[in-house]
């Protein structure tokens, strides 16, 4: 798998180019810094005096760079999938070492930091129900009307387990569970398969 970068991110990736290999090693430190700590604008500013080059071209180069080693994580690109990924900005293979070497050397901790950013969802833990029908009254006579009580239970990493109490008439749980079958089917298919193998 490779990744498509945009018009903007191959013009500032092709800059590259133009600078020397212990210029794009420091790029990479200050996108990796970018990564686990947000945006520094001191830097920018620090590396556009000392290199002559606009701040702005800076801050742009290492979004480009960010967003390169960010979304390789994303997907746990291998070593020729990254290479295929800037075989059309036709870099250097020194500049090739040095990207792939900052990628390769920090991948997981740049997708332990992505994850932080991931909401954190609740995940089932178990399921408990109960039919209760109420036979007749006064006013209806010998009308059945069940109802089915559900006690959900989720859980959010090691955190202590949720209980959720719903109530629900037959008709709604049914159209429920042909939801859910619909779309356990759907995952089942060849191309979500492909999807989640390279997300995780």
Known sequence: MIIELDNTHKQDLSSLRSLSVEVINEFCKIALEFIKKGSNKKLYIGASQKLNIAAD????????????FSESSRFMLNENDFNDTLAPIKLSDEILEVLRESYFDNRKEIRNTLQEFYPH???YQNLEWRL????????LGSSINPIYLLKLITKCGSDKPIEH???????????????????LNEIRTYENRLIIRNIK
């Open 57 to 68: 071209k800076i801050e742009s180069l290492v979004d480009s760079i960010t967003y390169l």
């Open 121 to 123: 969802l609740d995940h």
């Open 165 to 183: 109490l719903l109530q629900t008439d037959p008709n709604n749980l049914k159209h429920l569970c042909n939801e859910l079958e619909s779309a």
């Open 132 to 139: 209760d029908t109420q036979i007749a009254n006064r006013s």
